[in-house]
C-alpha cells in the first residue's frame, strides 16, 4: 500500500489553496480600497474646515479675485496657505501622494475640492462620473455659487 500522494490528489489540493488564495486577496484589496477612500473623504473635510477658517481670518476663499468674477490661484498657493492653517501636514492622497484639487469659485467666495475614490460603487461618487475620470468626489463650501 502507497504512503504517499498521488499527482491528482497534489493537483487538487494546490489548484484549493490557489482559489481561496485569490478569493481572500481580491477581498482584501477591495477592503484596502474602501479604507483609502475613508481617508480621502476625511482629508477633502478638514480641508474644507481649514479654508472655512481662512475665509474667516480673509473674507475669501483662497485666490485672487479676477474682474470677470472668476478666482485665480494654482495648487501650489492653495497647498501653501492650507499649511499655515492646519495643524499638521496638508493631506495628499494616501494611495498616489498626488495632491487634491483646489478650484475658487465665484469672486472667490466659494470653493470646490476633488479626489479620487477608488470604489466606483460608492454612493458618493459625483453622478456621472466613472472610475476612470480623474476626479469622482468632491466636497463643496456651504454658500457654492
Known amino acids: 500500500m502507497n504512503k504517499g500522494f498521488t499527482l491528482i490528489e497534489l ?3 494546490i489548484s484549493i489553496i490557489a482559489v481561496i488564495s485569490m478569493i481572500g486577496l481580491t477581498t482584501y484589496q477591495g477592503t484596502q480600497g474602501r479604507a483609502r477612500d475613508s481617508v480621502r473623504k476625511t482629508d477633502l473635510k478638514n480641508l474644507a474646515a481649514a479654508l472655512e477658517i481662512y475665509y474667516q481670518d480673509n473674507r475669501q476663499f483662497i ?3 479676477q474682474p ?3 478666482c485665480l490661484t494654482s495648487v501650489s498657493e492653495f497647498y501653501s496657505q492650507m499649511a499655515s492653517k492646519m495643524t499638521g501636514p496638508v493631506p495628499i492622497d494616501p494611495k498616489t501622494n498626488q495632491r487634491y484639487l483646489y478650484i ?3 469672486k472667490c467666495q466659494s470653493f470646490r475640492l476633488f479626489g479620487k475614490l ?3 460603487n460608492d ?3 459625483i453622478p456621472g462620473a466613472t472610475c476612470q475620470a480623474t476626479w469622482n ?3 463643496v463650501s456651504d454658500d457654492l455659487n
Open 104 to 106: 475658487g469659485g465665484k
Open 118 to 120: 477608488e470604489n466606483c
Open 68 to 70: 470677470d468674477g472668476s
Open 11 to 13: 493537483l487538487v489540493a
Open 63 to 65: 485666490g485672487t479675485p
Open 137 to 139: 468626489y468632491s466636497v
Open 123 to 125: 454612493a458618493e461618487i
